[in-house]
Structures are given as structure tokens and as C-alpha cells.
């Protein structure tokens, strides 16, 4: 089932015309992806690496992630006061901790559905005077006792930096403007004396801003074509970057690539404001494809690679805009919204307060998949700047909270891993290998492997798809190769299906995965269905 059907009661409606098969389209792999062939189905495949040969530089805000005001990804998420978890803020500690130590770089807020019809000035100023407002993105309550100011305080705890979306839903670019008056100006005018008045002395220097959400969309308040959008979002850019020049602001691409008009959008909202915004916006959302009335794991497995196609489109047309425009700016990407999302459904809070929204359970499967978008982000990381894993606690999140702690899911460790070992540069990789026949992605290799180099810390992000064999790697390592191991894990299991509970919270775990000596060749044995993970240092 298509996403969108479950989004919200209109959104099943108007999208009722788009199929999976729509989704996932039917061209060929892009060329930056690892060649496959089947001619010897049981051979290893051979990774070739020259520590010399770089790609790009892994942005610092690659592997950002997402908080919404929607269900209980902020009330009862971050934000639960009188809780015994809670600090004196109403900030819950032991979600901050995990946060903190995951090194969430960036967190896109308020939105999200929910932006397009946010009145950023009802959550400032003091909370017991907020107004309780009927979200109808989500159908929720919205008390506003979470706002700019608190998100911002939150943000510092967590040691994150946010990427602000404005309202361009029902909300002006002149009222989008105003905020950011209210965040970045240091003092003597309406809006950032408003913020001082409200205790906030400093300014906080917002630098990254999102120009509304999924403007493509039926489902999106202020919902508009493509023309009229690029006109709100050129007139936003300017309106803010008056305010703050060094802002950097993100138009709203497609919000899937089974939209209708996508690539179409891309083109004409950038052909109205490709000079003025520094990135277009992708999201994609990954659901599980059945054969036979079953799950269909091996395609699902190989869905990453399709966002590594939609990158490569997207980017076509960003570059066809700049060639007609004859700018002289490449346009970078913000992958602003990706995750697996299939299981849960509903996106009608019935007019309460926090309610249980979306709340996927992630199973080994899910987190294999979720290994394989973070490899495609990092192969695409010359085009990528920023990226975003929606969301981050109890909405698609791989972080649940209850009353009496917080579950890392399944999802969790390969987005850990991510964050907190592929850094520096993306190595250019030779990969060549078996592969298996998806439905209509064509030949997918069964190993999907990116190579990041930091310093002298190599590390190898490694996807077996096959869901019922050991797949053999060599590397061939020139110039340097890895004389000592740092650590090796995989996440792995005979069930698909495994997923962490709070009953059981370690179900699903990353195990040790036994290497070889070090040194220019090894060879390496990632087990079925795997996501694994290797740190070496140089010699
Ligand atoms: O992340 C959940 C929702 O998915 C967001 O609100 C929206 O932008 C997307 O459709």
C-alpha cells in the first residue's frame, strides 16, 4: 500500500491513483551504483579500494533526523513534565542522554504535515497563556507548550543543531521572515526584542531553513502547483535572507517519486527560484513489497537503490534548470525526510493530546534496509549535504519512550554506526559481484558496501541481501590498507521479523563479526541477511 493512502483521510482520497508499481518506477540503476552480474551466482564479489581515490566529503549533517508535533514524538517524546524522568524543564533525560550520545547533528522541526498550518508566535511567551490549537494536519491537540524557544533549549541540551521549517502553508513568507527575525537578529527590532523580552538574550543563529514541507501534496495545507509554490518560496527566500543573509534555505522537492508530477515539480518551482534557495528537498519512505500474498524481502532489500536513482534524477533536473538559467551554482540536495514506514497506520489523533500516531515497531529486516539508505546517502555525498532519518523518538523513530524508560529499535544501530563512524571522505569503491533479478529495479548486487575514510580510520558499511547465504567480500586494498582492526559488528539473525519490545529489549543486538588479519587483501564473510559494520586503522 502507497503511504499516502494512510496519511489522512484526504490523502486516501486524492492518492487513491497511486500504485506501489508507480512508486518504484522502472528505469535502470544509476551508474554509481556496484555492478552485478549473475553469470556465477556463488561467487565472492571483490571490492577494490585506492585509500587514495575520494569521492566527496560526508557532510556533518548527513545523517540528521526529524522531530514533529506529531503524536508523541514531542509531547510524551522529549517533552514529559512531572514525569520522574523529566528534568526541571519538562525535558525527558534519558531520551536527551541517548541523543546526546547518538550525536544527532541536525533535527528538522516543527515539521512535517504539521508546519503547514503552524502559528509559530501561539508556542512563545509565557506557557501558561499559549493557546490549545486544533491541529489538523494530524487531527491532534496542540497545547504549544513545546515552541521555538523551548525546541531551541532542548536542541543545546541535545548538542544538535535544528533545520527550521516555516509555514508556507497557511502561513506568509512575510510571517516566515518574522521568525526568523525572531531567532537570528541580536536586538532593537519587533521580533528579536519579542524574543528578549521572552528571556532569550542571544540570538541562536538558525542557519539551515526549510521552505515549507511537501507543497506537491493534496494532503498539505495550502496545497499548490508547482508555479505558485516556486513564486511563495523564492518570495520567502529573499524575505528571510533580508532579514539574515547568511541563512541557507531548502525549496520542497517532490514528496515521493510516485507523485504525479514529479520531476516536473523539481522543474517548475526551480525554474522560479533556483537562484535564491541553496537546496531542493527529496523524501522517501520505503514500505514492504509482497510476492504471492508474502513479504518480499530480497526486493525490499534492494529498495536503497532507489534512492540512489532518485538522487541521480532529481539532480538531473536540478542541473537542467541551472544549465537553462546558465547560473553558475550547482544546487546541492537535502534528503530531508527517509525511513522504512509500512507497518503503522492512522494519522487521525482524534483531537487528543499526544496521541499514539504512527508508531512504527522495526524489526532486523527494517534496520537492514535502513543500513542500505545510509549506504546510498553516503555514495551520493557529493550531491547530499543534508539528510534527515524521520523521525527520531516514537514516530518512525528508532528511539520508543514509555512511562518508565526509552527502546532503542532495531533501527537503531545502523543509524548509530552512521553517525558515529562514517565520517571524513567517501572512498571511490570497484565493486563488482553476483546479484539477483528485483522486480523492476533489474539486477541488484547481493552486497551493497561504501568505504569512508577519516584521518587514518578506514571504514567499510556493508549490506548482504542475500537473505539465505554467507556472502564472501575480498578487498583488495591500494596505496594504504588497514593494519589493525578497531571493531567489527554486524546486525543479523535468522528472523526477519525480530524486533526489540520493551518486555524484551535486546532481542535484536549487534553481534562481534570475526575478521581476518589485516592487511591489502582480505577476505571477509558477512553472514545472511546483514548489516555489518568495520573500523580499521591504517598501517
Ligand atoms: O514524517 C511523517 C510525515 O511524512 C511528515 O509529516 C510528512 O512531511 C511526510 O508525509
Known sequence: MERREFLTRTAATALAAVTPAAVLGSTANSESLPAASDSNPNAPSTVSLDTRQTVATVSPYLFGSFLEHLGRAIYDGIYQPGSPLSDAHGFRKDVLAEVRALGVPLIRYPGGNFVSGYFWQDGIGPQAQRPRILDRAWDSLETNQVGVDEFMAWCKLAGARPLMAVNLGSDTPMNASNLVEYCNVPQGTKWSDMRRANGVSQPYGIHHWCLGNEMDGPWQIGHCDATAYGYRAADAARQMKAVDPGIKVTACGSSSPGMPTYLEWERQVLEQCYEVVDYLSLHRYFNLPQKDEKPDYPRFLAQNLELDREVAQVGAVCDLVGARLKSRKTLRLSFDEWNVWYGSTGGDGKRKYAPHLIEETYNLGDALLVGGCINSLLRNAKRIEIACLAQLVNVIAPLMTNDQGVLRQTTYFPYRWALQLARGEVLAISHNGPGYE????????????????????????????????TRTMECHFTAAHPGRILSAFTLTGSDLTATNTFAQPKNVLPERLPLPAPGRRMTIELPAQSYSVMQFELA
Open 438 to 469: 528485483t522486480e523492476p529495479l533489474g539486477m541488484a548486487p547481493y552486497l551493497d558496501v561504501v568505504a569512508t575514510l577519516d584521518n587514518n580510520r578506514l571504514c567499510l558499511l556493508a549490506l548482504n541481501r542475500d537473505t539465505s547465504r
